[in-house]
């Protein structure tokens, strides 16, 4: 079965700093990844996806994720956080069209003003 | 569009009663699935479904019933509830492209008491 790990399970960042939350997945050929957001009291929203043969993706709300085949990541990034970035963040990956979905365990991210 | 609609927001059962969360989608889409979020420990699959008529279990089916009469709707039913089923419960949905991401409803938020 597929997995994804997520290292961090709280990220802090400063307002107008860097975000990186970081996702790793179990080695497949071809991997479908997702990046969904899950602000507080809601479900979950997908903010990207991995295309094949792309790498570096773009999403909603400006952030991005870059595929990385050689070290089986997928981490999430953002130039610049603001406070409405603030949520939990979700990796998933999928054994393809039809089957399940995996997700790591979640990060949550504070934004410091 | 509705999207996927999942009732009610909140329930409070004792142990020992039964009851049904209700799950519908609009979106045309053949899978579906329950999942369970409880902090620290992401997302886990309770059952799903890839059409009418056809369901299997996930990760965590103990204590869950569900099937599947119609393409739109995917009841989750707890049986006997405990307190150890205290969560909060998502329902989702997603198409069958190669790389289709699931659609989530808000979820419920069950307490056992």
């Known amino acids: 079965a597929q997995s994804v790990t997520q290292l961090g399970s709280h990220v802090s960042v400063s307002e107008g700093a860097l975000v990186l939350l970081r996702c790793n997945y179990s080695?497949?050929?071809?991997?479908?990844l997702f990046w969904y957001v899950q602000y507080p009291n809601q479900g979950l929203q997908l903010l990207l996806k991995?295309?094949?043969?792309?790498?570096l993706v773009k999403g909603i709300n400006g952030f991005e994720a870059e595929f990385k085949k050689s070290e089986t990541s997928f981490h999430l990034t953002k130039p610049s956080a603001h406070m409405s970035d603030a949520a939990e963040y979700f990796c998933a990956v999928s054994d393809g069209p039809g089957n399940q979905f995996y997700f790591g365990t979640g990060t949550s991210l504070t934004v410091i003003p | 569009n509705a999207g996927v609609t999942q009732t009610p927001k909140f329930q409070v059962l004792k142990t020992g009663q039964s009851m049904t969360l209700q799950c519908a989608q609009d979106?045309?889409?053949?899978?579906m699935s329950w999942y369970r979020q409880d902090p620290g420990m992401g997302l886990r699959l309770i059952h799903y479904s890839v059409g009418a008529g056809i369901t299997d279990q996930g990760e965590v089916p103990n204590g869950y019933n569900v099937s599947r009469s119609t393409t739109e709707d995917f009841p989750l039913r707890l049986l006997s509830a405990a307190p150890s089923q205290t969560s909060v419960y998502f329902c989702?949905?997603?198409?069958?492209?190669?790389?289709?991401?699931?659609?989530f409803g808000n979820g419920t938020r069950l307490t056992v008491t």
């Open positions: 989702a949905s997603r198409g069958t492209g190669t790389n289709s991401p699931l659609h």
């Open positions: 080695s497949s050929v071809p991997p479908y």
């Open positions: 991995y295309t094949t043969g792309a790498t």
């Open positions: 979106m045309n889409h053949e899978y």
